[in-house]
């Protein structure tokens, strides 16, 4: 027996149906996605559990059906209730940005998305550059979220995006990073509103200092990497999803077992994983529907990856 596939799960109209009638943690309406708040929002916002990163090839030039198949991954979240949208000044070479920002002014959704994104500079000068052109890529004048990318000059950008945030430019600010220092990051959790990090069922060191961290200081937090760059699907490949987990979970892939479990983490935000197929982003969105692992669950997760 093999596990069910992407293309499985999407033209499976009886496992659609299923989910469709799975109960929804932390959310007020039935069917809807588990729902978290940003802990520091003024009007109590809160943001759908599953969202969207763009740091695969995403605004990488295509054949004109590779690009629409890109831009329909985009209108597939905001159709599929999520909202954040992750981006970057360095992703694809500045063009992700510039692609999302074409998708989203195009499909008239700036108002039904997140929009974060990220620059990564070393000075000043290079720093207000890479701004500026964050608002012009992006059609907008307000980013939702703006990161300081792998902690570069840190000290030096922050100030600048707190006094954006003042004028109301940003709404929200934070710094990220998926490296090996990551955990650096607590260094500046007094002064922002967001954090971005790498954590997944095999890659669990966040769950030591960021993530306790993150609750304690009122942090809220964005995960990259949830499905560890591909390489957590690919050891599991061929095997069947546990009956428990369809059972208990309603996961019916191993995909969206992965990002249940991140998100279960009571001080993670929302997971931003990276996809360019539209079948891919409702397949991950339907992780956010339905209950979450609990404590005991969460260690069933992990075992199918370390045992």
Do not use: C
């Not at 070479?93 to 959704?109: N, R, T």
């Not at 070393?122 to 500026?132: D, F, L, S, Y």
């Not at 992965?258 to 992780?287: C, D, W, Y």
């Amino acid at each position: 027996m093999t596990s069910i596939s992407r293309k499985e799960f999407l033209s499976g109209v009886a496992g659609t149906a299923a989910l469709a009638g799975l109960p929804a943690m932390g959310s007020a309406a039935d069917n809807a996605l588990v729902m978290r708040a940003i802990p520091k929002s003024k009007n109590k916002e809160q943001l759908p559990v599953i969202g969207l990163g763009t740091a695969q090839d995403f605004g990488a030039q295509a054949a004109p059906e590779i690009m629409e198949q890109k831009a329909q991954v985009i209108r597939e979240l905001v159709a599929k209730g999520g909202r954040v949208l992750d981006t970057a000044e360095q992703y694809s070479g500045g063009g992700a940005e510039a692609f999302v920002g074409d998708v989203i002014a195009q499909s008239a959704l700036r108002d039904k998305i997140f929009l974060a994104t990220k620059i990564e500079e070393r000075g000043k000068e290079a720093g207000q550059a890479a701004i500026e052109t964050a608002f012009k890529r992006l059609r907008s004048d307000t980013i939702d979220l703006m990161f300081v990318h792998n902690m570069v000059d840190t000290d030096l950008h922050l100030p600048v995006f707190l006094d954006l945030k003042a004028k109301g430019r940003y709404r929200y600010v934070g710094v990220s990073s998926t490296g090996r220092e990551q955990d650096r990051l607590t260094t500046w959790m007094d002064q922002i509103d967001f954090v971005e990090f790498a954590y997944a069922v095999d890659a669990r060191e966040a769950e030591k200092r960021l993530l306790p961290m993150a609750a304690d200081k009122g942090v809220a937090v964005l995960v990259a990497l949830p499905l560890g760059r591909g390489r957590l699907l690919g050891k599991v490949q061929g095997q069947a999803v546990p009956e428990w987990a369809k059972q208990e979970l309603g996961a019916v892939s191993f995909a969206q077992l992965l990002l249940k479990f991140v998100v279960s983490h009571p001080a993670v935000t929302a997971a931003i994983p990276g996809t360019n197929r539209p079948q891919h982003m409702i397949e991950n969105l339907a992780a956010g529907h339905g209950p979450l692992p609990d404590a005991k669950q969460r260690e069933r997760i992990a075992a199918i990856w370390t045992a």
